[in-house]
């Protein structure tokens, strides 16, 4: 009995250590899951860009699969994603949601009237609020929302080819 | 000895200028805020709190919780709305659930069985 008492701390150890070696090999690195992920997206409304046009709100994400990407005109990385966004507009036909993150209106209007306008909607966060209500951390951040308004997978950073063929449009794809 | 008084000065200035940012009407929903902010863990810096960072995101989460302390909400509430947007990630001193359990549990536990291991030796002496 003794004997076997012995062999416990060792026991532990060795438990131990395969959690560690199991977190340091096979667990995903830089992987920022959203803490919404599987929840609604949270009730927000947002004025259009473009003045008179309509509101944005998690009402227009409803009814099919869809991006939500937030995004800024001084965001380098959202600059790079750009062609890729009208790539899944023109190619792809999903459709795009816009959330332009503390930006000047006028500046962002400029942008989109020189590189082509993606979105099917874009609301204006001129303060931060709903990107705070999304959980943003920063641009760009895309979200993949389905049918039922409910957020399923957060892409941070810029979405490029690869990004697309091998995470997103597979769930585009399966969640269809 | 100008120079100190002039270092005061402008040290009483910007203490000053800190707590015109975030108006409160009580002294309690003054140490609440501040406290809060402390525990609240800046997401794009390394290990800061809101408190002490400038970055936007921060600034702008400091506005959410002064916001949410002026409509009375308790520290509860607004723990529950940040970790449900940002996560548990973003106390710097995570509440103890099942997620965070092990966390908790585990120096405890590394303590335990280093007393294991060494108490037979000084037991034979």
Known sequence: MKQ???FIPFIFLFALIVLLGWELYFSKHGELPSALAGKQ???FVLPNLFQGQPSLSEQDLRGRMVLLNIWATWCYACGNEHDMLMKIKNMYHVPIYGIVYKDDAQEVIRWLNEKGNPYALIGNDKNGDVA???GVYGTPETYVIDAQGKIIYRHIGAITQTVWDQVLYPLLQKSR | MQFLVLLMLICCQLVHAE???HPFSSATEATRFSALTKEIRCVVCQNQSIADSNAPLANDLREKIYHMVLQKKSDADIKNYL??????FILLQPRINRVTLVLWLLP?????????ILYPFFRQR
């Open chain 1, 41 to 43: 997206v949270p009730a």
């Open chain 2, 19 to 21: 707590s015109d940012v």
């Open chain 2, 83 to 88: 970790v449900n947007r940002y996560g548990e």
């Open chain 2, 108 to 116: 405890a536990l590394v303590l335990l069985i280093i007393a294991m």
């Open chain 1, 4 to 6: 076997n008492l012995k």
């Open chain 1, 132 to 134: 705070i209500d999304l």
